[in-house]
């Protein structure tokens, strides 16, 4: 059974002083949804004002300068009013408390639904794919409104589970350098393009892998156990080991995820609302936006343009873009079926040859080496069309439901920042099953089983101090 925020922080009193591990008392951070909420009126009011700014960074930015991408200006007034009236659907089912299941619904709504509902309305995108769209969303609200009991395997302190993240880490940089030494190492962020393809070429296939789990998993979780218990000193050895990590493999994802994660961290333990992400977001594309209009009116060029170019069109538009073209191009073309994956055991036969990010590259950008990859809409429909849809819905409606769950356990403020990387990579750049193995889906879901709650660590701790045996388990 769950304790509540007051419950937490009344077991953690008699030990917070005694020891550094002892949880501290940061708004109900540990605690299960917290009471705060933001009024649905108002949220309605927010997401509409932010879709208005998606709508004037498309208008502004990407149609006079990415037309040939497929931001294509064809404004259609009928599908604006469309995306309103779905926008303030959604709005208003999403759960205004705060929980891992809000938060990961809002940020799903925020970073996907409305960049989605802005190229329908100013591309003039089908409305069959806009169905699709809203139907798998809206079976994800449900999948994710179920309640699933959290399974415990075995529970691990936090000091020594920072310890083996942070050996597994030093191993991987070990092995990077036995295989690559420094010859490709680099920390120019200007110059990672340079240096990916032969730093790639140095290391082992199995590393793209390992990689790309410790990026999104190993170290993320690892800097917010560290904040979590003010060991500030694996904090630091973490985000070196970040700074390390991007050297030798020059993605600059790696190297921002960490102060992504920390600053998510930190914000969620002290403002418990949404609501103040949009506000944040809201400021971010105005800033763009006047850019946009003021330097393009006074001859400067393109504005803004690195700006808008990672803000606006490759972190918001392009991942909703890629989902209309494989909506576009499997709804006349043969579907995968599942044929490159293991649970078809090869008994399917692959039509193209080739991986679906592979051939939307080639058709769509008409570059045979792009990867266009794209979240569980996409990739559902090319694998069994609308059903393919549906069973990936599903399945991300499940996962929101046991971070939910494991959310009342350990605390939203940790399930949230520690799994959204995994929500991200699932709703807008890669395949549901790709996702449990490539990404560090399977992983995450094995830390959230053995992770303990900040009221074991501190009862551990207290009976430690006293001499007398732990607490049984009351969680």
Same mark, same amino acid.
């Given at each position: 059974?769950?304790? #509540? ?6 077991? %953690? ?10 949880? /501290? ?45 497929? =931001? ?7 599908? *604006? ?8 659907? =959604? ?59 959290? =399974? ?7 000091? /020594? ?20 030494? @420094? ?11 340079? @240096? ?22 190993? !170290? ?5 156990? #560290? ?13 070196? $080991?970040?700074?390390?990590? @991007? ?27 949404? &609501? ?40 918001? $538009? ?28 090869? +008994? ?27 979240? @569980? ?23 929101? %439901? ?13 399930? %949230?920042?520690? $799994?959204?990387?995994?929500? *991200? ?6 395949? =549901? ?11 995450? +879901?094995?830390?959230?089983? !053995?992770? &303990?709650?900040?009221?074991? &660590? ?7 101090? #006293? ?9």
């Amino acid at each position: 059974m769950s304790l #509540s925020s007051v419950d937490t922080a009344s077991l %953690a009193m008699p030990y917070r002083r005694r020891d550094r591990m002892a949880a /501290p008392k940061m708004n109900g951070a540990f605690g299960g949804e917290d009471a705060h909420q933001d009024r649905k009126g108002w949220m309605i009011f927010l997401y509409i004002l932010l879709f208005g700014l998606y709508i004037a960074s498309y208008r502004y930015y990407l149609a006079p300068y990415w037309g040939y991408m497929g =931001f294509v200006d064809a404004f259609n007034p009928y599908k *604006l009013m469309t995306s309103l009236a779905v926008i303030a659907s =959604f709005a208003w089912f999403t759960p205004r408390t705060f929980s891992v299941r809000a938060f990961f619904l809002n940020l799903s709504l925020t970073v996907y639904l409305l960049p989605s509902l802005a190229i329908y309305t100013y591309a003039d995108r089908p409305t069959s794919a806009l169905l699709i769209i809203t139907l798998a969303f809206a079976v994800v609200y449900a999948t994710s409104a179920i309640s699933i009991p959290r =399974f415990s395997l075995a529970t691990v302190p936090a000091k /020594p589970l920072m310890w083996l993240l942070a050996a597994l880490t030093v191993w991987l940089l070990v092995f990077s350098y036995v295989f690559g030494g @420094f010859q490709n190492f680099n920390l120019d962020i200007t110059r990672v393009y340079e @240096f990916r393809r032969e730093a790639a070429e140095d290391l082992p296939g199995v590393f793209g892998y390992l990689i790309s789990v410790f990026s999104k998993v190993i !170290i993320p979780v690892g800097v917010i156990l #560290s904040l979590r218990y003010r060991i500030y000193i694996f904090t630091g050895i973490f985000f070196f $080991m970040t700074v390390m990590l @991007f050297g030798f493999t020059s993605h600059k994802s790696i190297l921002f995820g960490p102060f992504v994660v920390t600053g998510l961290y930190i914000f969620l333990s002290r403002y418990n609302r949404y &609501s103040v992400i949009l506000y944040v977001l809201i400021i971010m594309l105005t800033f763009g936006v006047i850019g946009e209009i003021y330097l393009g009116a006074t001859g400067s060029g393109g504005g803004l343009g690195w700006y808008n170019t990672l803000l606006i069109r490759r972190v918001l $538009m392009v991942p909703s873009l890629l989902d209309y073209y494989y909506l576009e191009f499997f709804s006349g073309s043969p579907k995968y079926y599942w044929s490159s994956s293991f649970i078809t055991f090869g +008994l399917v036969p692959d039509y193209y040859g080739i991986p679906a990010p592979k051939i939307i590259g080639e058709v769509y950008f008409f570059d045979a080496d792009m990867s266009a990859n794209t979240g @569980f809409i996409g990739s559902g429909f090319s694998q069994a069309g609308l059903v393919g849809v549906i069973a990936y819905a599903l399945g991300v409606g499940t996962i929101f %439901a046991i971070f939910q769950s494991y959310g009342r356990y350990l605390g939203p403020s940790f399930v %949230a920042p520690a $799994m959204m990387g995994q929500v *991200l990579t699932m709703v807008r750049s890669s395949d =549901f099953l790709t996702t449990f193995l490539t990404h560090g889906l399977l992983v995450s +879901l094995v830390l959230l089983v !053995i992770i &303990s709650s900040p009221e074991e &660590s501190g009862k551990k701790v207290q009976a430690q101090s #006293s001499g007398s045996q732990p607490l049984p388990d009351s969680a």
